[in-house]
């Protein structure tokens, strides 16, 4: 069984940066992909960012592109989404899951495995 667990959320001011980790136990997850969705109460969870299972190709949402990077270290399981240039559009719940294979899918549904998720709050 896989676990997941997010840190690094908090409150930042307008135009700061964040970095989210995202630590896996359990199973290794070196032959899956990662993503980082953000959730809006009411809402579907929405993709953000996500990693293919080696790390070589990556993919964001148009809303963030520029701004975050998603890496991983597959040696300590654990794959890290840097936020930078953060307004407060960016305040949501974010979550890491990790896909059902080794490329990156936008579709919440090809994700198996989520963490609790990670508050981000930006002031303006």
């Known amino acids: 069984q896989v676990q997941l667990v997010e840190s690094g959320g908090g409150l930042v001011q307008a135009g700061g940066s964040l970095r989210l980790s995202c630590a896996a136990s359990?199973?290794?997850?070196?032959?899956?992909?990662m993503g980082w969705f953000r959730q809006v109460p009411g809402k579907e969870r929405e993709f953000v960012a996500g990693i293919d299972w080696a790390g070589g190709a990556t993919y964001y949402a148009d809303s963030v592109k520029g701004r975050f990077a998603i890496s991983r270290d597959n040696a300590r399981n654990t794959v890290y989404l840097q936020m930078n240039s953060l307004n407060p559009a960016d305040s949501v719940v974010y979550y890491c899951g990790r896909g059902h294979g080794l490329v990156v899918r936008r579709l919440s549904s090809r994700y198996d495995c989520w963490g609790q998720g990670t508050q981000v709050t930006v002031s303006s």
């Open positions: 359990g199973s290794i997850f070196s032959f899956k992909a």
